[in-house]
């Protein structure tokens, strides 16, 4: 069964500090992984998006590594910032078949505090 | 258009009535899905399209849910006869390629709310 997990479920840490988000998964065949954020009562948008040859990606003080042999995901913020309170979502592509092919976690909840 | 626009924002909606949200993707995007997202929650797939066709609908909860997109651009999702279970928040995504195998942006989403 297709399944995305994401822990922990929920994360406060202090302004400037910096966390790991974790993303496993048991899509398959695999094609992508993406880490989006959603602001609160905001649509999801991307961080990055990683295939199966890339291992590290990053989009300023967002930093996404894939093991796609052990099928995990990080998403590591740096020098967090108030603005980073959000949830984060992992959404792992199978490769196409005609059906429905996106399957995401249920996400993380990050609060940052000054 | 520059993003993904859905209306209305907000749908207040007395139960039994009929509904339907729509979805304007990114211009000369293929692929178009439509997610249900309780609070809290990630986003519940419905059902997509690749150009015109409904390739998937096995997400739709039961038969008073369709979808439409019969010009490969513009998509209606219908609710009819809604119940108060219905409420959720209602977004749509749209890509450029397939199966979304591109860039997938999301709409700001339909609230509905049946009372």
């Known amino acids: 069964k297709n399944q995305v997990e994401q822990s922990p479920q929920s994360l406060i840490i202090l302004e400037g500090k910096n966390c790991t988000l974790q993303?496993?998964?048991?899509?398959?065949?695999?094609?992508?992984l993406r880490w989006y954020k959603q602001d609160t009562g905001r649509g999801p948008v991307s961080l990055t998006i990683m295939t199966f040859s890339e291992n590290t990606k990053s989009n300023g003080r967002y930093t996404a590594t894939l093991d796609a042999d052990t099928k995990q995901s990080s998403l590591h913020i740096t020098a967090s910032q108030l603005s980073d309170s959000a949830s984060y979502i992992c959404?792992?592509?199978?490769?196409?078949?005609?059906?429905?092919?996106?399957?995401f976690g249920t996400g993380t909840r990050l609060t940052v505090i000054p | 258009g520059a993003g993904v626009s859905q209306s209305p924002r907000y749908k207040v909606t007395k139960r039994g009535q009929d509904v339907a949200l729509r979805c304007d993707p990114i211009s000369g995007h293929v692929s178009l899905y439509w997610y249900r997202q309780a609070l809290g929650q990630g986003p519940e797939f419905l059902t997509y399209?690749?150009?015109?066709?409904?390739?998937?609908k096995s997400g739709l909860p039961n038969d008073r849910f369709s979808a439409e997109r019969p010009e490969g651009s513009i998509s209606t999702l219908t609710i009819q006869r809604t119940e108060q279970r219905d409420s959720a928040m209602y977004r749509c995504a749209s890509s450029s390629r397939p199966l979304a195998a591109g860039e997938l942006f999301f709409g700001e989403g339909s609230r509905l709310t049946v009372l």
């Open positions: 959404v792992v592509s199978a490769a196409g078949t005609g059906a429905n092919n996106l399957f």
């Open positions: 993303c496993n998964y048991t899509v398959s065949p695999f094609s992508n």
């Open positions: 399209f690749n150009y015109e066709a409904q390739q998937d």
